[in-house]
């Protein structure tokens, strides 16, 4: 069992920047693909980005060059840095462990365990 807690969302203006953490418990957190979703209102939940346990990144073509993923297996942590945010990044944002997404990292699905979600909001 995998318990993940987010933080780092908050409010902040077009332009600007955040980074998202999200903590895991347990000592097998190096063997997961980290995965970070988010889910506007009204809207399903979409890809943002991923890592998997050798540290390969994938993203989703609207945060390509503005977010970053990276990974902590000592702390057991993963990371979103997003700059240049927009109002269209508003959302909450979900982090997710999966012992095996194989090549379908963008597939929520895949996923076994998920954060509680942590809100971002974007002003104009």
């Known amino acids: 069992q995998v318990q993940l807690v987010e933080s780092g969302g908050g409010l902040v203006q077009a332009g600007g920047s955040l980074r998202l953490s999200c903590a895991a418990s347990?000592?097998?957190?190096?063997?997961?693909?980290m995965g970070w979703f988010r889910q506007a209102p009204g809207k399903e939940r979409e890809f943002v980005a991923a890592i998997t346990s050798g540290g390969l990144t994938y993203y989703t073509d609207s945060v390509k060059g503005r977010f970053t993923i990276s990974r902590d297996n000592a702390k057991s942590t993963v990371y979103l840095q997003m700059h240049s945010l927009n109002p269209e990044d508003t959302a909450v944002y979900y982090c997710a462990a999966g012992d095996y997404v194989g090549g379908y990292y963008y597939a929520a699905h895949n996923y076994d365990y998920w954060g509680q979600g942590t809100q971002v909001t974007v002003s104009s």
């Open positions: 347990g000592r097998t957190f190096r063997r997961y693909a």
